[in-house]
T-cell receptor, first 114, second 113 residues
Framework: DAKTTQPNSMESNEEEPVHLPCNHS???????IHWYRQLPSQGPEYVIH???SNVNNRMASLAIAEDRKSSTLILHRATLRDAAVYYC???????????????FGKGTKLTVNP | DAGVTQSPTHLIKTRGQHVTLRCSPI?????VSWYQQVLGQGPQFIFQ???????GRGNFPDRFSARQFPNYSSELNVNALLLGDSALYLC????????????FGPGTRLTVL
């Protein structure tokens, strides 16, 4: 399984932008980069995904390096509700028929200060 | 809309016992995956079922088994429980690709004494 490397923890202030980095130097050409987050006492929640181009949605933006060996999840204005563990994941697709698994690392614990 | 539901919420068992955990996917989802999350770690993949067939298995012993029913709900069974099986067990459901998002339930907290 392709590996990702993330900082163990990061801290931010409310209303400020947050840039969460992820390194994935062994990424293959067909690996999608997914981000999930896990709020305390909840299951993981999908945030965003991308392949090569930068992506935006209502939750966040994903900036992907040109060589795809790293990416950055951007929260434009952090709120207290964004305090969570953020996981950067390379999607591993197994066989045919739509199978896939998610390989989680330890993620980055984001603390948002009021 | 109802999300992924799991039962029970919490469970306490003793070593050597057997446990069955249940998951109901979001309506219309045909794929269900199971993950184990030990305290302080990210979730680890156990199984995936799609259209009632096993499509993937993680690095877990044969004491772990699962199945998916015609209504796409799923059960995870663990036999001969060990202390190390204490964890949060998460179920996720999804549409097949090109849809990419997996929806996770709140999990079942299993404690083995």
């Amino acid at each position: 399984d392709a590996k990702t490397t993330q900082p163990n923890s990061m801290e931010s202030n409310e209303e400020e932008p947050v840039h969460l980095p992820c390194n994935h130097s062994t990424i293959s050409g067909t690996d999608y980069i997914h981000w999930y987050r896990q709020l305390p006492s909840q299951g993981p929640e999908y945030v965003i995904h991308g392949l090569t181009s930068n992506v935006n949605n209502r939750m966040a933006s994903l900036a992907i390096a040109e060589d795809r060996k790293s990416s950055t999840l951007i929260l434009h204005r952090a709120t207290l509700r964004d305090a969570a563990v953020y996981y950067c994941i390379l999607r591993d697709v197994m066989g045919q028929g739509g199978s896939e698994k998610l390989v989680f690392g330890k993620g980055t614990k984001l603390t948002v200060n009021p | 809309d109802a999300g992924v539901t799991q039962s029970p919420t919490h469970l306490i068992k003793t070593r050597g016992q057997h446990v069955t955990l249940r998951c109901s996917p979001i309506s219309g989802h045909k794929s269900v995956s199971w993950y184990q999350q030990v305290l302080g770690q990210g979730p680890q993949f156990i199984f995936q079922y799609y259209e009632k067939e096993e499509r993937g298995r993680g690095n877990f012993p044969d004491r772990f088994s699962a199945r998916q029913f015609p209504n796409y709900s799923s059960e995870l069974n663990v036999n001969a429980l060990l202390l190390g099986d204490s964890a949060l067990y998460l179920c996720a459901s999804s549409f097949p690709p090109p849809y990419n998002e997996q929806f996770f339930g709140p999990g079942t907290r299993l404690t083995v004494l």
